[in-house]
T-cell receptor, first 115, second 115 residues
């Protein structure tokens, strides 16, 4: 079955540091890939997405590139802020001829940014 | 649109009691998903609906769990009888029917505590 593997957390960084959160996946088909973010006490929000190989998703300074050859979708940001502290989830969804399927999530990476 | 609305935000109940969680999806969305989030297992898809019809309930852990969607604007997840191991945050999400791409919008979740 489908699965998503993320680096274990928590990840603690200083403000303005460079961020990488690794994500790899296994899928039977050709999935779409997503990063969701969950701020404390809130539901998940879509951060960025990519639907085909070599696509780069970007939002709020975060980027991730769909790498089919390495089955990866690593999240990066050049300079993190305290407000980026949250839990980040990598996820995939299999394409299925016209419909929408449920998302398969990684376990989440808790990011803590210190001033 | 107000987004996906879940109620209650918090629920504390005694073991053996019936618990009903409620969800109002975004208007016009054809798909509705119920997820459970725990520290041990992360985010798990329990069940999803398309046009009010349950499509995949393979994630529902036991017969104690049931979900309904009587109309396009309302869904319930019921646990009867509840057990302490059901304690978790339950999220509802909805999405449009987009070919090959799934983007889910999440509610803020219901934190369930069974004592």
């Amino acid at each position: 079955g489908d699965s998503v593997t993320q680096m274990e957390g928590p990840v603690t960084l200083s403000e303005e540091a460079f961020l990488t959160i690794n994500c790899t996946y296994t899928a039977t088909g050709y999935p779409s890939l997503f990063w969701y973010v969950q701020y404390p006490g809130e539901g998940l929000q879509l951060l960025l997405k990519a639907t085909k190989a070599d696509d780069k998703g970007s939002n709020k300074g975060f980027e991730a590139t769909y790498r089919k050859e390495t089955t990866s979708f690593h999240l990066e940001k050049g300079s993190v802020q305290v407000s980026d502290s949250a839990v980040y989830f990598c996820a995939l969804s299999e394409r299925s001829g016209g419909g929408a399927d449920g998302l398969t999530f990684g376990k989440g990476t808790h990011l803590i940014i210190q001033p | 649109d107000a987004g996906v609305i879940q109620s209650p935000r918090h629920e504390v109940t005694e073991m053996g009691q019936e618990v009903t969680l409620r969800c109002k999806p975004i208007s016009g969305h054809d798909y509705l998903f119920w997820y459970r989030q725990t520290m041990m297992r992360g985010l798990e898809l329990l069940i999803y609906f398309n046009n009010n019809v349950p499509i995949d309930d393979s994630g529902m852990p036991e017969d104690r769990f049931s979900a309904k969607m009587p109309n396009a604007s309302f869904s319930t997840l019921k646990i009867q009888p509840s057990e302490p191991r059901d304690s978790a945050v339950y999220f509802c999400a909805s999405s449009l029917k987009l070919p090959g791409v799934t983007e889910a919008f999440f509610g803020q979740g219901t934190r369930l505590t069974v004592v």
